[in-house]
């Protein structure tokens, strides 16, 4: 943690090295955009070298920093899409290649229609849980609050996403 705080380059290459796929993942999870995702992780790392002389802890603390930036970002997206949604035109060409995703995440339509239709926070801590492995108390330093308000965030999630799959109505909000 020191080097980051030092702005070490090889630090920061570690760091990178070690995060920006579980970064990707989780970004993409929330947006559904793999290039989105990549310019979320890159200004999380833009924001890391702003904000390193004041980083405080260690590289746990490192690694929530990361994903809250990330997380900030992506709701930023989720909000400005909200107001403004994307039209598709008839006229976009194909060009026959699909992008690259980061490793661990599932394209399954059905699964992403579903993730879709989930709440930011669901969202969140789901792909945080699922798609990156963290465990209750990380999830926790990432989205601010508990390890049982998360446990039971997610399990309503989980169920919600479930009564999704199933086409039942889930109202676990």
């Known amino acids: 943690m020191n080097g980051i705080r030092t702005r070490s380059e090889t630090a920061f290459a570690t760091a990178y090295r070690y995060t920006s796929d579980p970064l990707a993942s989780f970004a993409n999870g929330m947006v559904h955009d793999a290039r989105f995702a990549e310019d979320a992780v890159q200004q999380a790392f833009l924001e890391l070298v702003q904000s390193a002389p004041t980083i405080k802890g260690d590289g746990r603390s490192l690694r929530a920093w990361l994903f809250r930036s990330v997380r900030f970002t992506c709701l930023d997206e989720l909000r400005r899409r909200s107001r403004r949604p994307e039209q598709l035109s008839a006229e976009v060409p194909e060009?026959?290649?699909?992008?690259?995703?980061?490793?661990?995440?599932?394209?399954?339509?059905?699964?992403?229609?579903?993730?879709?239709?989930?709440?930011?926070?669901?969202?969140?801590?789901?792909?945080?849980?699922?798609?990156?492995?963290?465990?209750?108390?990380?999830?926790?330093?990432?989205?601010?609050?508990?390890?049982?308000?998360?446990?039971?965030?997610?399990?309503?999630?989980?169920?919600?996403?479930?009564?999704?799959?199933?086409?039942?109505?889930?109202?676990?909000?």
């Open 95 to 173: 060009v026959g290649v699909e992008p690259d995703l980061p490793p661990g995440f599932d394209v399954d339509p059905d699964l992403s229609a579903a993730m879709v239709q989930l709440t930011p926070h669901q969202r969140t801590i789901l792909v945080l849980k699922h798609v990156v492995g963290m465990d209750g108390n990380e999830i926790a330093e990432v989205v601010g609050g508990n390890r049982v308000a998360v446990y039971a965030s997610g399990r309503r999630a989980e169920q919600r996403l479930r009564a999704l799959l199933d086409g039942t109505t889930g109202d676990g909000g």
